[in-house]
């Protein structure tokens, strides 16, 4: 998938991926919904052409620092704290063997998608491009998929 389609699917889901039903409240309190998003941010900035001057290069990929990642929310409307949660969610993803970090300079932390944490994101992204609904809510009570099973992974 090229980076246009992907920003054209984020885009028009960003309302679901901010955790907000279609009504305006909050959609879901699953944990793993802001996972997601930053994993999906994260994605995006590695496939699109237009973050390349904010990355970092290594043998092991595209990296990118939390002010950049702030960035590509910025751009594609999602909600996105480059301080304590982003670490967080970085941190938990490392654990878990979905995101790598590098650390330049000794002092500067750069952030990648291994093979697993790609992989969760183009899953995710397949099934929902295919949702026609504007939130999650009720889904995650009804279907066993493995974007419901990654979302409730963190709960």
């Known amino acids: 998938m090229d980076f246009l389609a992907l920003g054209k699917i984020i885009k028009e889901k960003k309302q679901m991926l901010n955790g907000i039903d279609t009504d305006g409240r909050p959609a879901s ?7 997601l998003r930053y994993y999906l941010i994260l994605y995006y900035a590695t496939v699109s052409p237009v973050f390349m001057r904010d990355e970092f290069m290594d043998n092991d990929g595209r990296g990118f620092g939390l002010y950049a990642l702030a960035k590509v929310a ?4 999602l909600d996105y704290d480059r301080t304590r949660t982003a670490l967080e969610v970085f941190e938990d993803g490392r654990k878990r ?3 790598d970090m590098i650390i330049a300079n000794n002092r500067h932390r750069y952030f990648l998608l291994t093979k697993k944490g790609k992989d ?3 899953d995710a992204l397949k099934e929902i491009e295919n949702l026609r609904l504007g939130s999650l809510s009720y889904i ?4 066993d998929t493995p974007l419901i099973r990654f979302l409730k992974g963190f709960d």
Do not use: H, Q, Y
């Open 29 to 35: 309190s699953l944990k793993g919904l802001r996972f």
């Open 74 to 77: 910025k751009s594609l409307d």
């Open 97 to 99: 063997g979905e995101i």
């Open 120 to 122: 969760i994101c183009r």
């Open 140 to 143: 995650t009570n009804i279907e």
